[in-house]
């Protein structure tokens, strides 16, 4: 690993400072698990790693019943997986957490960090895309709010200027009658997804018509993807297993998953097909629950 210069900033400004003066020769580092394995391969080589880690400002969990969820960056993925009020507002959240890696890594392992390393085959950027949420991103005197469905611009390249850092994500407050499921195919508990699917279906009220419907996938793509098609096949309409069937059809058109050790796209494709039916199913019950 190339040698570099390691600052750890106790404050959020302190941050912004070294990133506005070092820029694209920087690199934050939030828990190091991804950040770290680019460096060993000689794929990533900052000369300035600004290890961000000890900002326990950025590290929190806050609901409010107008506002909705705002999760600090650098909350781990075990404290998602294990906040009382995640599981009670958001439980899809708290699901999808639990089948992310191991403990270890949970323990350890950022929200703000696997957002920010943009990897495809991530768990949570679905499952946000899936919930609508939104972004905070700071630099020096500026601050912007994105779609989660636009952070991604390819794979490993996320819509992060190098001059800012992710703060906060902000989930708003569901809908009545909307469920939300999770649902990826592991080889092993807590394996990353060969492909992952996350749906949300929102019911009107009295007749069980699909209001709204979003769909989004992982690891079907070079980024996580929103299956907009699929959704246009659900919404509007009373959803039967056979409505199911051809939304799951068109969503694993609409991917364009990659072939790997792990999967051929064809493969994958398939899969797509019965991550989506079965999280929409799930989502489905809830919906009519809620
Ligand atoms: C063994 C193993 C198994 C895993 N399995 C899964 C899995 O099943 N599903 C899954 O979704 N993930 C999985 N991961 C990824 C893991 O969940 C972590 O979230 C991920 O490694 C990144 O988190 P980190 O805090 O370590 O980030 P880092 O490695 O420190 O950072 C990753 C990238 O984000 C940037 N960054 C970090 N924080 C910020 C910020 N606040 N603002 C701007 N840029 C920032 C860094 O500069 C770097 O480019 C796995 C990781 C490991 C090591």
């Known amino acids: ?53 000890g900002l326990s400002e950025m590290e929190y969990i806050d609901y409010d019943e107008g506002k909705g969820l705002r999760i600090g960056a650098l909350t781990t993925h075990r404290d998602i997986e294990k906040s009382p009020v995640i599981m009670k507002y958001f439980g899809v959240l708290s699901e999808m957490e639990r089948n992310l890696a191991t403990i270890q890594t949970r323990n350890w392992g950022t929200i703000g960090g696997n957002l920010c390393h943009g990897d495809p085959a991530g768990d949570p950027a ?72 996350a749906v949300s ?44 069937d051809e939304a799951s059809q068109v969503a694993s058109q609409e991917a364009d998953p990659p072939s790997d050790v792990h999967g051929s796209a064809e493969y994958r494709r398939e899969m797509i097909k019965v991550f989506v039916r079965r999280a929409a199913i799930m989502a489905l019950e809830r919906a009519k629950k809620g």
């Open 1 to 53: 690993m190339k040698d570099f210069e390691y600052f750890a900033p106790k404050k959020v400004e302190e941050c912004l400072s070294l990133l506005s003066q070092y820029k694209k020769e920087a690199k934050i580092m939030a828990g190091g698990q991804s950040m770290l394995v680019l460096m060993r391969h000689g794929l990533l080589s900052p000369e300035y790693v600004i290890d961000v880690k």
């Open 201 to 244: 279906i929102t019911l009107k009220p009295g007749n069980g018509i699909c209001e709204d419907a979003r769909i989004a996938l992982s690891n079907a793509a070079s980024i996580p993807l929103r299956a907009k098609d699929a959704e246009k096949r659900l919404t509007g309409k009373e959803i039967n297993i056979a409505l199911l």
């Open 126 to 197: 679905v499952v946000l895309i899936a919930l609508n949420a939104k972004l905070k991103l700071i630099r020096q005197g500026q601050q912007r709010i994105i779609d989660m469905e636009k952070y991604s611009k390819d794979l490993l390249e996320v819509d992060l200027e190098s001059e800012e850092m992710l703060t906060e994500i902000q989930v708003p407050i569901q809908r009545p009658r909307t469920g939300i499921a999770h649902e990826k195919l592991m080889v092993m508990q807590g394996d990353a997804g060969i492909v992952g699917a």
